[in-house]
């Protein structure tokens, strides 16, 4: 029940603009956190089966406002694609054959293109390069979107490099990459990638020869390629794949190593030795660890091995975009990777960004996590310097491009507040009473990206907005200055 006194003061507290904010952070203007280089997808399963298509490629990989399966979707603006070198093949050789995991999907099993051990050269018949169309087909689109951050990836190496023959892993979880076959992994990864852009034109800017190789989990009986490598047969194949891509005159360089876990990123990093190390371009993670692990640890490694650092991976089975949200921020202020990539943005069980079955061929609606993201994706851009926003629900960015423009994302797990911005530390800001756009999704269910134009200005040297519990906003600050 309320009572006449409160509704009075309920009515003055929506109508008059409030001078003061339940919480204050202040954006530090001083601070870089590096020169942001984007956001993406790798293809892999979903463009296995859904890679054809138009609408989805200009869903994920530009800015514009598309209908899929009847629903208006913001473009996610995507510049970063990943490509997976499958490492299956159904064609025998001799009496030898692929060996299939009994719970392997058939939507994850990716043809690869070394069909067998004959020959090295990609014109004989030991290559088939017309598998996998559906995945090229989404590279392409990709890249005629604008899509300029390629990367080449392998999930494990062809059936036959493997000592079981099973590309989704030994028995037990240990090492399956034959000791002789070394080498071949890194012919295989450098021949794609020197095919594909005589081929189909797509130039890699990097390769990663592995995914999350310390993992034990990789059992013949698995749902998905995966081989375990232990670290000094990676420091091996990273070493020979350097010296394939430079002999075939390739700019091509490697990445290294997607490990699932910060902390398992960080003890390779140590311990892969320092030919490898420079023969390593940039340091990739991926975000298995969620709220644990040791994030600072591997960002200070990666900055004195003097290597930027990838979020090469993230996933998580949370349809509502809490967890993608929960750690990209906890990746943002203390990983400080200068990309992030999303695995895979059609899947089903809340996986996808866009719920579907890669096996049925159904796709379905897109989930609120499509939105989070969005709101942090569609307006931290490359090429922005990232702030500290000053607390760890807070991150910013800076687009020193024209009138200067700062971006802030800020989720509010609390109770409902008012977030007051404080941007007393940049040396220009806009006049008083300017507005300041914002973009709401409600993490959860409800507002999907609404935008506000006209309710938000600046006040002083700050401004401020109301955030219901659970809720992002995104805020575009222009005529500002560092
Ligand atoms: C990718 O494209 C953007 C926008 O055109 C451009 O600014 C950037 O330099 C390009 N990056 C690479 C690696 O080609």
Known sequence: MVHSPLLGLAWVLA?????????????NAKSNWGTWEGWGTSLAWWAKQFGHRDDLADAFF????????????????FNIVRYNAGASSWKAIG????????????????????LDWNSADASSSSWDWSVDANQRAALQKA??????????????PMWWMCKNHNPSGASDGSENIQSWNLEQHAVYMATVAQEFQTRFGIRFETVDPFNEPSANWWKADGTQEGCHIDVATQSTIVNHLSAHLSRRGLATVISASDESLYDQALAT???????????IARIHVHGYQYGSGNRAGLRDAARSAGKPLWQSEYGDGVGSGENLARYLLQDMRQLRPTAWVYWQVLDGGGWGLIDADNDANRLGVATQKYFVLAQFARHIRPGMRILDGGRDNVVAAYDASGAGKLVIVAVNWDAPQYINFDLSGFSQRPAEGVRVPRWRTHIGSGDRYAQFTSDTSISGSRFWSYFEKNTVQTFEVTGVKL
């Not at 399966?69 to 603006?77: A, D, M, Y």
């Not at 719970?103 to 994850?108: A, E, F, G």
């Open 269 to 279: 990093l140590r311990a892969i030795g320092s030919t490898a190390l420079s023969n």
């Open 62 to 77: 530009t800015l514009k406002s598309t209908t899929v399966n009847s629903q208006t979707l913001p473009g996610l603006g």
């Open 143 to 156: 890249v005629a979107r604008g899509a300029n951050r390629t990367e080449l990836f392998s999930n494990s």
């Open 95 to 114: 009496s030898e054959r692929m060996v299939e995991s009994k719970n392997i999907k058939r939507s994850r099993q990716i043809e690869g293109f070394w």
């Open 15 to 27: 109508a008059t603009p409030l001078a003061r904010a339940d919480i204050t952070t202040a954006i």
